[in-house]
């Protein structure tokens, strides 16, 4: 037990702060669930969303928005991963040029920083312009395009996801000891080899838990979803969209997101459905949930058998 | 490893064997219960110095800033001054026979770190086969100069190193120098036992793996892998644990560990900075029979803080102070007869 007084406060703000933190954290999922368990179902799972969102207990279902997240999910983090896996390492290992490891750090904080509708407003400058409409579609013959479609909304979520990458990424990276790169170096491996066999390796967890946060990241967005990808909560996909010769058309196409049915339904949005909104919040938590647990467990792995 | 390459390596050591001095370590053997070391009989009277042949090493172009500053290393054994070889600033060491069984010379080397010179012209030898120990009092430079050797000391952005290291002849700091064939070739461990976070097997096959165009399968590896565990004495502890994580080992067989995977890279010479340092007794005595064993097929150069170790393994022995190599020589008279005051004052309170 702390003796002095001043430890004494510390210990007790420490206590404090995380009763607070559970706390809410516990209200927020038990209000979650009590709100939204109620309207779940399998049909409110594998639904698509009917014109009755407007009204309570019509609303149909929200699979076209978790289809949604789950693409915007995946193709953000395919670029996003990688990119911000290489700006990390280029962070760490290398920092040569010095005036462009400085930017990068930079623009890496500015990224951080900016909220997403900014980013959000200049795709759509970007996208909309037509010869890039084979990202989106063209809007008529006016010679521009949509910028709204799957492509466009996840090259930006690229965007926001690339900073928690990088930055988890990087205090892995300086967290492998100095003694394991001069073993490797000291058997004679190149630089390259040290980081793909040694480093990346050692650095995993931290890894992987930047990509969960960007994960969290471009789940979470709405801004990105609402000027890129379209509010079209009331869109059903077209019939067959997972079929291959229409998955490019139906990438191309608008949709929505977990985050814009939830909006939407909720009295704040046209509809004035709570039960859904809370259902789809629920669904969302579960997911990025299941996500974090999944991917934590994954880059912990066991060396070797006990 | 084809049974050839042992005939091979055995067979340097008999020669070797020839013109080696005799060391006075076959006591410390028995003591250490190895009876398979030959060393350990074959107390051979030492040969008579040979006539002082023309030093190649001499000719070679003077560093940028060492040469001209060094200062020339006080024939160890010299009985009567050699006029030839006090007027050369790179003498022939007293105590090598033949200039071409240097495996290592460092000729005027300095090194400095933001500009705090740490390495004033060292000239050092390391004759080919046995043991060099370099001895010298804490923030001296030992491991400065041992990592100047495979090139570890450039890692550090602020070092400036000058001067050379000869390899087999040829300056590593050379350009076109390929430095992964180079750490290869001059394998080190490290004080602290550093296996990688992987299993027993991923450590050694490590080593060997990446050096290969193709990823061999472990089939394949597997009798290199039992090789080299093998002659680091490990391989009755893990042979059927190979797939365990290195780290759960002991500190000890983690060590031996580092020297296996070394060896898998095939080594001419094994640096070692104080590779005891953090073992226990029991370990520390497994690790010396280990090096001694080792230096019958291959040169190693190994910095020790204790100086009853450096009497038990090694056959040549160097004295480094605040950055100046003051002696160097055969093992036994370096400790038991230094020609320098100062030596002779460390080694009194080293054992004192
Ligand atoms: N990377 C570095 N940057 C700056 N100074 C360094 C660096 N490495 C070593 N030095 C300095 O060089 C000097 C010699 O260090 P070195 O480690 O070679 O000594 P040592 O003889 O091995 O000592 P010890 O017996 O304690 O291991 C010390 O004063 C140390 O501070
Ligand atoms: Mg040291």
Redesign the pocket.
């Known amino acids: 037990m702390p003796v002095r007084l001043s430890d004494r406060i510390g210990v007790g703000i420490a206590y404090v702060a995380g009763t607070i933190l559970i706390v809410a954290v516990a209200v927020i999922m038990l209000w979650l669930i009590v709100q939204g368990l109620g309207t779940i179902s399998w049909d409110f799972l594998t639904g698509e969303p009917a014109p009755g969102t407007l009204e309570q207990g019509v609303s149909g279902g929200i699979l076209p928005a978790i289809v949604g997240t789950f693409l915007v999910v995946a193709f953000g983090m395919a670029v996003a991963f990688p990119l911000g896996l290489g700006v990390a390492i280029f962070l760490t290992e290398y920092r040569q040029p010095a005036w462009l490891a400085k930017g990068t750090d930079t623009a890496i904080d500015l990224i951080f920083g900016v909220p997403s509708i900014v980013f959000a407003l200049f795709g759509l400058a970007i996208f909309s312009q037509g010869w890039l409409s084979f990202i989106s579609n063209p809007v008529g013959d006016t010679g521009m395009a949509t910028a709204q479609s799957f492509f466009c909304s996840s090259l930006m979520m690229a965007l926001i996801g690339l900073p928690p990458v990088v930055r988890s990424s990087q205090a892995a990276i300086l967290g492998v000891p100095d003694q394991q790169r001069e073993a490797a170096y000291a058997l004679g491996k190149g630089r390259l080899t040290t980081i793909r066999r040694i480093v990346v390796p050692g650095a995993r967890p931290g890894i992987a838990t930047g990509i969960v946060l960007g994960v969290g990241r471009i789940a979470g967005d709405t801004a990105i979803v609402w000027i890129l990808l379209g509010g079209a909560v009331l869109q059903a996909p077209p019939d067959g969209w997972y079929l291959p010769w229409n998955l490019m058309d139906f990438l191309r196409s608008e949709g929505s997101t977990l985050t814009t049915y939830i909006f939407f339904s909720s009295p704040a949005g046209e509809g004035n459905s709570p039960g859904p909104a809370y259902g789809a919040a629920f669904v969302l938590m579960v997911v990025i949930l299941i996500v974090n647990i999944a991917l934590i467990r994954l880059s912990r792995r066991k060396i070797g058998k006990r | 490893m084809d049974p050839n390459d042992d005939q091979q390596r055995l067979d340097e050591r008999a020669k070797r064997q020839e013109w080696r001095h005799a060391l006075d370590r076959s006591a410390d053997l028995r003591a250490a219960g190895d009876p398979t070391d030959p060393t350990a009989v074959a107390a051979t009277p030492p040969p008579p110095p040979a006539a002082p042949a023309p030093d190649p090493l001499a000719a070679v172009e003077p560093a940028p800033f060492g040469a001209a500053a060094a200062v020339p290393a006080p024939p160890a054994s010299a009985a009567e001054p050699d006029p030839v070889a006090l007027a050369q600033p790179l003498a022939q060491p007293a105590h090598v026979a033949d200039p071409a069984d240097l495996v290592l010379a460092a000729r005027g080397l300095r090194v400095a ?2 500009g ?1 010179e ?1 390495l004033h012209g060292v000239d050092l030898d390391a004759p080919r086969g046995g043991v060099l120990a370099l001895v ?12 100047s050797i495979n090139r570890l ?1 450039e890692l ?1 952005p ?2 400036t190193i000058g001067g050379q290291i000869l390899f087999d002849g040829a300056d590593v700091y050379a350009g076109g120098t390929d430095l992964n064939l180079l750490r290869r070739r001059v394998g080190m461990v490290f ?1 602290q036992p550093n296996p990688f976070p992987m299993t027993i097997f991923d450590n050694v096959a490590f080593a060997i793996r990446e050096q290969a165009k193709r990823r061999p399968s472990r089939g394949e590896l597997m009798p290199q892998v039992a090789d080299v565990l093998q002659r680091a004495g490990l391989w009755d502890e893990v042979k059927d644990n190979l797939d365990r994580n290195a780290l759960s080992l002991s500190g000890g067989q983690q060590q031996r560990l580092c020297i296996a995977r070394t060896l898998a890279a095939n080594p001419e010479v094994i640096l070692m ?2 590779p005891c340092s953090a073992l226990d007794p029991r370990s520390t005595a497994r690790i010396e029979e280990l090096i001694v064993q080792l230096a019958g097929s291959l040169t190693i150069v190994i ?1 020790t ?1 204790n100086l009853a170790q450096a009497k038990r393994i090694a056959d040549y022995a160097a004295y ?1 102070l605040n ?1 100046d190599l003051i002696e160097q020589g055969i093992a036994q008279q370096v400790f038991e007869d230094p020609a320098n005051q100062s030596t002779r004052d460390f080694v009194a309170g080293m054992f004192g």
């Open positions: 770190f933001s705090n740490i010298g009092p804490s923030g001296c430079g030992k491991t400065t100069l041992l990592r000391t550090a602020t070092a004080q900075d104080e910095v803080h480094l950055g």
